[in-house]
């Protein structure tokens, strides 16, 4: 496979040395939060962290080449934070931002396994440290004809999938999230085939649009919007990128990802944005940009066709929606 | 017991009573409207006011069909009269709701909205849901009950069971996955369609018990 290395006008790692400082405050801040708790009888009892509290991320560059739009505006923090979908959560929008706080995103890892030379457990803390990280503003459009501007931060997942050496018969990537009854109320609902898996073909996920996303605004994502670690692909569908990834795998058949099997004739395996192929039961043609009155005009690919259109070359969209 | 009927009774029939009962199903309606422009809706304030509105219109039909089996349950004959102020109510309801749509989901645009209504189920189901209701809308009156006769009337009002039905289909084919409403408001008007049939039911049964005694 063909690999592309980024250019290097990001920062390289040694310029980034506060965030070392800022995951330093992290673990005081979690020994300052055993010894509050001290006593036998309570080490046993579930560690409250502020974890949920999301975090200024230090050595953070804007990548010049995903900057706003001229005739766009970011989305307010509030619009992200509080408008999503994670449906381990509840299936209302306002309800992850209630539950996920529950969530503890400290320790966390993500295995990585399959048809790889290197599969191993990496700590999310490790992942801080493996590139540097880059602030890109991405349009954010949801199957459900909605759409915000969020400047993301992290890396390209190629980054990751480069060191970890996937093997020739790797051909796609599954991303498997979080399922933990003990804090996600939305699993008791058989809504998804739990826990929730998405995937991108192999070029997909190494092409340099796809972020491996670590924060957004400047800061580490907050629990509904997928904290610690997610994927953000932004020419697709939003459910395409997955929330809270505990498991990376690489595989050699096309993975069954969780709404193509809830619906397989609504959510493509794809699910690239695309305003001439509908969804079967609403228009994708337009959407309405959260903050925006009225609706605009859905871009194909989400606007990022000069980037990503080659992947799909010869193939008909509409069979492979 | 016999008291609380007899002072439900006296408050249904004061003058007041039927305007004050518009007012109030008129009240999340104005607070979705004000909502808008004073950011009472969210972050998607027009997706909130196209769900709710058709919610509320579901919720008002149903206040609509209960009238008959409450009356016939409590015996307070005064409650007939706000069958029709439901009725009407959930016209107007539906009319913001097709109104929201018209206006905002599709920007007025004719040709897009007459392409959209035949192509997408869940708005052909809940158009035509809307034409009828607009029918019965324009029918609910006294004077188009002398003019199409009140057996033709009744017959023609009838229609209000497949409006519902249809508003109910239109809900479930608009969720992602979360049916839990949708089925919620079916559950409710296959309770009330019990309570007709059953009826409908058991005076049958009485016709033929008559006839065969005489």
Redesign the interface.
Known sequence: MLLRLRDRSSPAPSEITPEALYRGRRQWLAQAGLLALGGAALASAPLRRSEAQAMRLAGVTPNPRHVLASDEKLNKVEDFRSYCNFYEFGMDKSDPPVHAKAMKVRPWTVTIEGEVNKPQTIDVDALHRMAPLEERVYRLRCVEAWSMVIPWVGFPLSELIRRVEPRGNAKYVEFVTLADPKVMPGLRYRSLEWPYVEGLRMDEAMHPLTLLVLGAYGETLAPQNGAPVRVMSPWKYGFKSGKSIVKIRFVESQPKTAWHKAAPGEYGFYSNVNPDVDHPRWSQKTERRIGEFSRRKTLLFNGYGEQVAHLYAGMDLRKFF | MALLSVSAARLLNTPGFGWSVILLALLPLARLVAGVPLGWL???P??YLIRATGEWTLILLALTLSVTPLRRLTGWSALHRLRRAFGRLTFVYGLVHFTVYLV??M?LDWGEILR?IP????ITVGFTAFVLLACLAATSSDRAIRVLGATRWRRVHRAVYVIAVLGVIHYL??V???I?KPVLYGAIFAFLFALRIAWAWKARVQVRRDAGVA
């Open positions: 969210g972050v998607n027009l997706e905002f989901d920007g959209d192509k997408r189920p869940f084919w608009l992602r996955a979360d839990t």
